[in-house]
């Protein structure tokens, strides 16, 4: 099969690596050529979008920030999954907030404000808030957090339209990745216990506690009939799941899958969006993901993550390095949790030099 | 690192899709232009092999049967890793066994041959013999297998020197791959229990028993001062490993170290060879390969293979079908030992419809 995907950065560079062994050729379509383009077997343009959905059989996005008119046209050739709906909800938070409070399914209070200034205004409703810009934030960017004595000052440097949200005072975050496909077939990764800093998952464990979540990411993927893979992000409060985002594709979270698991969730979303069959994914072993973002790597850095036991070294090949920029990851395997929550740590150190908030 | 691997089949496409995630460049060079060169960052045609090996930092081999002047030129550059020696002792069969011998590894008796003829009548020395071409031979070609009485009769179509061999009556056959690195230090994946079927690897399972084979892989690299993986498959008879033949590269028994293993074998020789650090590989979960062999793929028999748990389908994407060919292996994993044995069977029975001889 021929398998597009719009968008070429690490998340398409691994679907494709990952995809290698399964009878599919990959092309990428994008703007400019990224690191999912250098291993495909071919890259179009955004200018020949045309030529691309041609081309394809099926097509996936990797990235929810892409041409419009491309992801219409994908759209309208009946070969887009999963589809135009999961893309809409997810760059337009508003709509993705809404959709999911109007569902049933959890999530913070929030109110829609139309401007900054309306933001300021109905953040003195909550304690404490969260202003996030409907369009365009990801990373922590467009977040803006205030309590209620503060917020009528708070500097919100953007135009548009804002999500105004309670802020969670939760135990923990979380996350899922689940996939549906064609026949409505349901499968779940085991969740992980997910570490955010400033905005930017630092690192992730799995197995985590369930809490419910599987059932939530079965019906909301019921719901939006939706094909591939899917992951979702929940904060925990008294032990409860709300929903705090959504992405239509596979997901930082889940990059650890492609180690000690039955099957990663790139493997996995191939399979839904091609309809082939997707067993339930079974982890064999605890593992996590440790980002690197902001740091320059170099032969020594290198080899000091590699010669930690049960580490592997995804390195995304991107020009430049800057801080908040996330370059590369490391999957971390480890017998137990608490010898993974121990590597973590002893990789956390080598990576950051015991100052993550110095890159972040 | 600029990577070179000389010879483009199966193992060094495994080979790049693994090495994709650490920051090296991937040329092929080989006659022809097989599976690895359609993954590459560049293929080299033979005659271009001075253009190839000056554009790569180290040099590899995944397959014996190559270019005699690429390889020289490529190992008078220095860059050729694990080296001459072992390519030597694996493409001349009397010289494998004749070195392992006279260094005291465990091996079964045999004669040198200086052609057909003189090969019968050695085979009358043993109860039950194996007569082995010394050069060319692999997945059983050039090996026939004669009782004493019989020997003198046998119809050996081949020109060439052979290696008259007692059969050996084992309980099982077994291998282990193992590394080296520069610096000396030595790592081992757990072995593999094989089932080979007409000169060819059926399927193969780990762990299984050690049997004092770890301890022999560790003296022989270092005897031979090598640098990179090697596969080293046994014969167990009286509880007692000896070697049956080492190929000096990743090996078709350990296809199954890409699933459930802290550490690929893949990776692992691509570590060696640039001088990453190689920890321990951990086997986290019971994994083997079931080889597809002279079975044409077809849909129905991808959704099939797919829909058992645990598996990953490798399809290395050759033209053409036929009997003896193998043109992709399964990966399975299962909790157990003997879940696993219990999937391995159940793909079996779906591969080869319970006759397996009819393809082999």
Redesign the interface.
């Known amino acids: 099969m021929n398998v597009g995907i719009i968008g070429s950065g690490q998340l398409g560079?691994m679907t494709i690596?990952e995809g290698?062994?399964?009878?599919n050729n990959y092309y990428i379509l994008d703007e400019s050529a990224g690191p999912a383009a250098r291993?495909a077997d071919g890259y179009f343009a955004v200018g020949s979008y045309r030529d691309f959905v041609e081309r394809c059989d099926v097509i996936t996005y990797e990235f929810e920030h892409v041409n419009e008119q491309a992801l219409m046209h994908a759209y309208r050739s009946g070969k887009l999954l999963p589809g135009m709906k999961p893309i809409e909800l997810k760059r337009e938070r508003i709509l993705e907030k809404e959709y999911l409070r109007d569902e049933g399914f959890p999530v913070a209070d929030f109110y829609v404000a139309k401007d900054a200034a309306e933001a300021r205004r109905l953040a003195t409703r909550f304690e404490s808030a969260v202003i996030k810009s409907s369009r365009g934030g990801y990373d922590g960017k467009g977040q803006f957090y205030t309590d209620r004595s503060n917020a009528e000052k708070l500097e919100i440097g953007m135009k548009g339209k804002f999500v105004v949200e309670e802020r969670i005072d939760f135990e923990a975050e979380a996350s899922i990745i689940a996939s549906r496909s064609p026949d409505g077939t349901f499968r779940a990764h085991r969740p992980s216990f997910n570490l955010n800093k400033k905005g930017m998952l630092f690192y992730n464990m799995a197995p985590y506690r369930d809490f419910g979540m599987r059932k939530i990411a079965s019906s909301l993927l019921e719901r939006l009939g939706y094909v591939g893979v899917m992951g979702i992000e929940f904060f925990i409060r008294d032990g409860k799941p709300m929903i705090n985002e959504i992405a239509p594709r596979v997901h930082n979270t889940g990059h650890h899958t492609l180690?000690?698991s039955?099957?990663s969730q790139f493997?996995q979303h191939l399979?839904a969006i091609t309809g082939?069959?997707v067993?339930?994914p079974?982890l064999?072993?605890p593992s996590g993901v440790l980002n690197i973002i902001g740091v320059h790597?170099d032969r020594e850095m290198?080899?000091k993550i590699?010669?930690?036991?049960?580490?592997?070294?995804?390195?995304y090949?991107k020009e430049g390095i800057r801080r908040r920029r996330k370059v590369g990851h490391v999957n971390v395997?480890a017998?137990t949790t608490g010898s993974l929550r121990k590597r973590m740590e002893e990789l956390t150190e080598t990576v950051y030099a015991g100052r993550p908030e110095d890159y972040l």
Do not use: D, Q
């Not at 590699?306 to 390195?315: D, F, H, Q, R």
């Open positions: 560079w690596i290698r062994k399964l009878p291993v180690h000690g039955s099957i493997e399979r082939l069959p067993p339930e079974e064999f072993v790597m290198e080899e590699l010669s930690v036991p049960g580490t592997a070294l995804y390195w090949g395997m017998k």
